[in-house]
């Protein structure tokens, strides 16, 4: 079955420092691929998306993703961590069935 | 651009009352998706309109979750009866498109709570 993995629940780092966040998938063809961020008592706002071309997209708020199809990973990076990073991200790819399928979701919290 | 509505955003309930939640989508998007979000189960898909019909309602967890799309500008979601177990955060998006390549937008939520 198609899935969206997202290995780490819980991730903290260093305000300044930089982030990896691991998002895997499992699908037959090339998915089209999302990040979202969901701030506390917000909903979801789109990140960065990958459709087709090139590999490394950019996103919003200096976000940037990677698709590697060999590793079968669309992982989530920034080269400096700011404190209002601090949410939680969610790594997403649709199913053939047109639905939108939500990894579990990993918390960042930014030390000062 | 006012982004998708939700409301209310709170509700507080007792068992076997009816909960109705609302929102409306961005205008000019002609999908609109609901969604239930909870620690245990994260966020998962309850039913989703293209053109104001209901594609795929598989999500829906029983006969006393139901959803209607009246126009382009609006839909509910009901619980009835409520349940405890029913407490989460349920939004509501909205695409220009299917969910395939068309990005979701957000409502802010209501947090239901069933007591």
């Known amino acids: 079955a198609q899935s969206v993995t997202q290995p780490d629940i819980h991730i903290t780092v260093s305000e300044g420092a930089s982030l990896e966040l691991r998002c895997n998938y499992s699908?037959?063809?090339?998915?089209?691929l999302f990040w979202y961020v969901q701030s506390p008592g917000q909903g979801l706002q789109l990140l960065l998306k990958?459709?087709?071309?090139?590999?490394l997209v950019q996103g919003i708020k200096g976000f940037e993703a990677e698709f590697k199809r060999s590793q079968s990973s669309f992982n989530l990076r920034k080269p400096s961590v700011h404190w209002s990073d601090a949410a939680e991200y969610f790594c997403?790819?649709?199913?053939?069935?047109?639905?939108?399928?939500f990894g579990q979701g990993t918390t960042l919290q930014v030390k000062p | 651009d006012a982004g998708v509505i939700q409301s209310p955003r709170h509700e507080v309930t007792e068992m076997g009352q009816e909960v109705t939640l609302r929102c409306k989508p961005i205008?000019?998007?002609?999908?609109l998706f609901w969604y239930r979000q909870t620690m245990m189960r994260g966020l998962e898909l309850l039913i989703y309109?293209?053109?104001?019909?209901?594609?795929?309602d598989s999500g829906m967890p029983e006969d006393r979750f139901s959803a209607k799309m009246p126009n382009a500008s609006f839909s509910t979601l009901k619980i009835q009866p409520s349940e405890p177990r029913d407490s989460a955060v349920y939004f509501c998006?909205?695409?220009?498109?299917?969910?395939?390549?068309?990005?979701?937008?957000f409502g802010n939520g209501t947090r239901l709570t069933v007591t």
């Open positions: 990958y459709f087709s071309g090139d590999t």
């Open positions: 998006a909205s695409s220009q498109g299917g969910s395939n390549n068309s990005p979701l937008h």
């Open positions: 309109f293209n053109n104001n019909v209901p594609i795929d």
């Open positions: 997403a790819a649709p199913s053939n069935t047109g639905k939108l399928i």
């Open positions: 205008s000019g998007h002609n999908s």
């Open positions: 699908y037959g063809a090339t998915p089209y």
